[in-house]
């Protein structure tokens, strides 16, 4: 069978070629962009007055038809096709005849290429937009419900400073929180349509660029057509936006994995949401986060493959690029599950405050809260009041205690100027209620970060 660009050639390819040629096995993923900014082309074509009105019709009816057939499983792919543009307009023509063949008038490949794939991602963008937002309001949900709920904040994975677990849960809430503006950014820097670039230079045929522009939802037609088929930045963004988002992910992943271990037992993980051991029967393994975990890794790598792809190609395009799609639907396949199962496992998971509590009971969380209390009270500087205090650690260790079960007679052996009023400084939860400063973990701080991400979210919707 001749291919559509077989004119100056006089052998077949080889089959061989034919199959590592061809992007068809995986870009046929974007045969509704494909249709979509064809029926665009073609609309364009007939009101420049390239095609007539009765070509224009019998093509958008054509490609409907074909996408009926994509959709119902009826399309005969064939890897000779090379890729989903051909495979279409060669499907298209034997429906329509003539008109079919007219379809590609002032365009290439180059310019339809980078049109779908980018649709692709722009709408991708947004799906992970509105997903993020419901991650978001979970960790809002959960930060109203455990406002009151203590635990060890801390540093190096030591117990530094009790903090309450609504405070942990909008740490994330935060992290997601630029995860959603970078993809709105992303969208918006891209969303400027290839279409008409044709191979590299423009065309000689009088295309309405803006209309195509507008027919697709786009702010404005690209401004360099030689930039614009050799740009993947778009591509790249939405790698970039998703490994980060993993790494995220896969942070809190990691906290699950710990919080729900016998050492921990913060968490409980929902039965749905766990699974089981081949042979220890006793097991409940929290696969799910250890998945998250291992995911992030292929969204790095897939970032990496295709910045390496994209290094030093001469403008304009090149065949290398045909390299770019295969990471990005891994990629994003990947991305848009872990979100969704993210958003499960948090919403099912059980939260044991007893455990949390009795974890701030160990390993002096107050002691700073013991030093402040020397500067403030009894105006004993800061270094002297760091001394004194590590003493208190010292004999709380002696005494087989946390520093906040220390009596007042014991902490007078360590410094006689210590008087009752100390006592409250050593509890853990007025410690944490102290912390009260912009940002702090006080309730009432955390009301106010509640308040922001709700509105943020807010705004958001009515933006959307
Ligand atoms: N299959 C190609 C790709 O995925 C489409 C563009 C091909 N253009 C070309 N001149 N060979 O990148």
New binding site residues.
């Given amino acids: 069978m001749a291919k559509m660009w077989s004119g100056r050639f006089e052998k077949e390819a080889s089959a061989l070629l034919d199959e590592f040629n061809a992007?068809l096995p995986f870009?046929k993923n974007l045969y509704k962009q494909d249709i979509q900014g064809s029926i665009a082309h073609a609309k364009m074509l007939g009101r420049q007055g390239i095609l007539s009105v009765e070509e224009v019709e019998s093509i958008i009816e054509g490609l409907k038809k074909v996408q009926d057939e994509i959709e119902s499983g009826q399309f005969e792919w064939n890897i000779k096709d090379?890729?989903?543009?051909m495979a279409i307009e060669k499907r298209l023509t034997e429906l329509v005849g003539e008109a079919g063949k007219k379809l590609h008038t002032a365009r290439?490949?180059?310019d339809?290429?980078a049109l779908d794939?980018r649709l692709y991602v722009l709408q991708k963008d947004l799906h992970f937009v509105s997903l993020l937002e419901n991650l978001v309001t979970t960790f809002i949900d959960l930060a109203k419900k455990y406002k009151n709920v203590l635990l060890p904040g801390m540093t190096h994975l030591q117990h530094a400073q009790p903090i309450n677990f609504a405070y942990h849960m909008l740490a994330y809430a935060s992290m997601f929180k630029r995860d959603i503006e970078r993809f709105l950014d992303s969208y918006e820097r891209n969303n400027y349509s290839p279409l008409g670039c044709a191979?590299l230079a423009g065309t000689p045929h009088p295309v309405d660029r803006e209309f195509t522009a507008k027919e697709l939802g786009f702010e404005a037609p690209t401004i360099n057509c030689l930039d614009t088929v050799s740009d993947r930045d778009f591509a790249l963004e939405i790698l970039f936006n998703i490994a980060t988002m993993m790494m995220h992910i896969s942070r809190l992943a990691e906290e699950l994995i710990l919080w729900s271990s016998y050492e921990f037992g913060y968490i409980t993980l929902s039965d749905e949401y766990s699974t089981g051991s081949s042979i220890m029967p006793q097991k409940k393994n929290p696969d799910v986060p250890e998945l998250l975990r291992g995911k992030t890794g292929r969204a790095y790598g897939n970032l990496m493959a295709l910045l390496t792809v994209m290094k030093g190609l001469p403008l304009a395009?090149n065949?290398d690029?045909?390299e770019?799609?295969e990471g990005v639907f891994d990629s994003v396949k990947n991305a848009e599950i872990s979100l969704i199962i993210l958003n499960e496992v948090l919403k099912t998971m059980k939260v044991n405050e007893e455990r949390m509590y009795r974890a701030t009971k160990i390993g002096h969380l107050t002691a700073t809260d013991l030093a402040d209390y020397l500067v403030q009270k009894l105006h004993i500087p800061f270094r002297e009041a760091h001394h004194i205090t590590g003493r208190a650690v010292a004999l709380a260790e002696k005494l087989g205690k946390d520093i906040s079960d220390l009596t007042l007679e014991e902490l007078r052996q360590i410094d006689s100027r210590i008087e009752a009023d100390v006592l409250p400084y050593l509890d853990v939860g007025r410690s944490m209620e102290s912390r009260n400063s912009f940002g702090g973990t006080a309730t009432q701080q955390v009301e106010k970060q509640i308040a922001y991400f709700e509105d943020f979210l807010q705004k958001l919707k009515k933006s959307s």
Avoid: T
Wanted: charged share 35%.
């Fill in positions: 992007s870009d090379e890729d989903i543009h290439s490949r180059n339809q290429v794939f191979a395009y065949k690029m045909q770019d799609k």
